[in-house]
């Protein structure tokens, strides 16, 4: 993973050092590269002109930052996703439109009215009792709202702890179910995750989800004659991976990682998007021979093992950073990361101060302390901090 920063982004690293040696950024901090972040929106954006495709922006890996949700917008993306509640109420708040709820997160059922008046153009929903109470909400709110419906198919795949939805053999019933109700309207089907990477042969590839999400549209149409407007077919969303859904059917795209260029086939394939992020820290004590480095925003992705941390960058200058990457170990979801480990292979190398530089796929909202700062000029050498916000997306300093 550091070969590639170092190699597509050298200039954010250096920032990052010369930032937090200043005092300018903290320890505990993504810091974002945002014109090269423009650049990566201004190419998605040109692959969902060119399918025609609706397209949600996925905030929840950058935590629903400020600065970067407005420069989505100025480019032309403004419509979001909204992953669980918390992330409606934040994208709300700021003013972006709230435009698909309910997956993967089901919205909880005191929560339906709030949700309701956020006028969102989508809600997933993975049963029947789940339309249920959103027609209560809708009827209360005299508005008609549009569902998809979450349908899992036998072979679909799923990832541990987002299980659920509509088995594909009963989708018909329960869309018959729903059609009863007053103030509700399917208008689609969803899944996830409907792409991946294939690593061994360096492309995107469909899922069994993908094809489940078509037959169920195809099968809601000729059994029910209902008017499917959209297969949402969110999942590692790039420009390469819309390319895939598109001709699979799909008419919805929900692209998050790949905006700051962070999906698998961008950084191992040759998609396109440049990475725009590094998490940076420092070295606060040793522990024997052991360097403990402050935590609270590692995010260890055990979903890809390519991406796994095993190095990380130590220093205290631009000049100095890229030399001899140190062996670097982070906390498994088991444990609290209060600190995180370097092994040196003398303490020379790594001293108390030292700023640390890591380079995974994040997901900032699932961290417990992370800050996030959004710099500008990092391509010209001059970096300049925009604006830096705390684990609520609050603003700190700019």
């Not at 996925?58 to 930052?65: L, S």
């Amino acid at each position: 993973m550091l070969e590639i920063i170092e190699k597509r982004n050298p200039n954010l690293v250096a920032a990052a050092v010369e930032l937090h040696q200043s005092g300018k950024i903290p320890a505990d901090c993504y810091v974002v590269d945002l014109d090269t972040v423009r650049k990566n929106v201004r190419k998605i954006k040109d692959s969902v002109d060119k399918f025609r495709l609706n397209c949600f922006v996925m905030t929840k890996q950058f935590n629903r930052n400020p600065s970067m949700i407005s420069l989505f917008i100025e480019e032309g993306l403004n419509k979001f996703v909204a992953v669980d509640y918390e992330g409606a109420y934040l994208l709300h708040k700021q003013g972006a439109n709230v435009s698909h709820v309910g997956h993967l997160v089901q919205i909880p059922t005191h929560r339906t009215d709030a949700v309701i008046s956020m006028s969102p153009e989508i809600w997933t929903v993975y049963g029947y009792e789940n339309a249920v109470s959103i027609n209560r909400a809708a009827l209360r709110a005299g508005v008609n709202q549009n569902l998809l419906l979450k349908v899992v198919g036998e072979q679909d795949e799923v990832y541990t702890a987002q299980e659920g939805g509509i088995p594909f053999s009963d989708a018909v019933d329960v869309a018959k179910q729903i059609e009863s109700l007053s103030n509700v309207n399917i208008v689609g089907v969803t899944g996830f995750y409907c792409t991946t990477y294939d690593f061994d042969n360096k492309k995107v590839i469909p899922t069994e989800n993908m094809k489940s999400i078509k037959a169920a549209s195809d099968l809601l149409k000729s059994q029910l004659g209902l008017d499917i407007k959209h297969i949402n077919a969110p999942g590692n969303s790039s420009c390469e991976s819309m390319n895939v859904t598109y001709h699979m059917g799909a008419t919805d795209t929900e692209p998050g990682s790949s905006l700051w260029g962070m999906c698998p086939q961008q950084l191992f394939g040759t998609d396109i998007g440049e990475p725009a992020q590094v998490y940076v820290s420092e070295i606060s004590h040793y522990s024997e021979n052991v360097a403990q480095v402050i935590g609270g925003g590692f995010y260890p992705d055990v979903t890809f093992a390519p991406m796994m941390v095993t190095q990380a960058f130590v220093g205290n200058s631009a000049d100095s950073i890229f030399k001899d990457p140190v062996k670097a170990q982070v906390p498994t979801q088991d444990w609290i990361d209060y600190y995180s480990w370097l092994y040196p292979e003398h303490k020379d190398r790594a001293k108390t101060g030292d700023t640390v530089v890591y380079f995974f796929r994040p997901q900032i909202f699932k961290t417990r302390s992370a800050n996030v700062a959004a710099v500008s000029g990092v391509a010209s050498g001059s970096p300049v901090v925009t604006a830096i916000y705390d684990r609520s997306s609050n603003l700190i300093s700019n």
